[in-house]
């Protein structure tokens, strides 16, 4: 992670193609450009896909650098470990669906809503801890 204030992801590299890179004959100039790659002249995807790809990640490094920038370098480092021991660390009951709000909440995300926030329990009966978990270790 290099510390950067870019608030939208940064562009993929382009690559040259043969009209970029010819020489006075019209052709791929192979020992000035290198050599010519066809894939990445076939390949014509946009950039927004490659940006939503990186959106998440990018405001993660925004934030992350301007902690580092107004409280020092303890506080994205700090952030950064508390993550790291809430993800090897699960905590939750056995009988309740999986979810790591530890992580979101460290994440920014606990106010957020997404779409398994609203379809993951989506049968919605009420638990019965008691019983489950005397159903699990057969009492």
Request: no cysteine.
């Given at each position: 992670m290099e510390p950067s204030l870019r608030i939208v992801p940064a562009?993929?590299?382009k690559s040259a193609s043969v009209s970029d890179t010819a020489n006075s004959l019209g052709l791929h100039d192979t020992l000035q450009y290198g050599p010519l790659s066809l894939s990445?002249?076939?390949?014509?995807e946009g950039g927004l896909k490659?940006?939503?790809n990186n959106w998440e990640e990018t405001q993660d490094n925004v934030r992350?650098?301007?902690q580092r920038n107004i409280y020092g370098m303890h506080a994205p480092m700090r952030l950064l470990m508390e993550r790291k021991i809430v993800?090897?660390?699960?905590?939750h009951l056995p009988v309740m669906p999986q979810s790591n709000l530890h992580l979101d909440i460290l994440m920014?995300?606990?106010e957020l809503?997404?779409?398994?926030?609203i379809f993951l329990g989506a049968d919605g009966a009420p638990i019965d801890l008691h019983r489950e978990m005397e159903k699990r270790t057969r009492m």
């Open positions: 562009q993929p590299t990445a002249q076939v390949k014509s490659d940006r939503l992350l650098t301007l993800t090897t660390v699960r905590f920014g995300r606990d809503i997404d779409t398994a926030d």
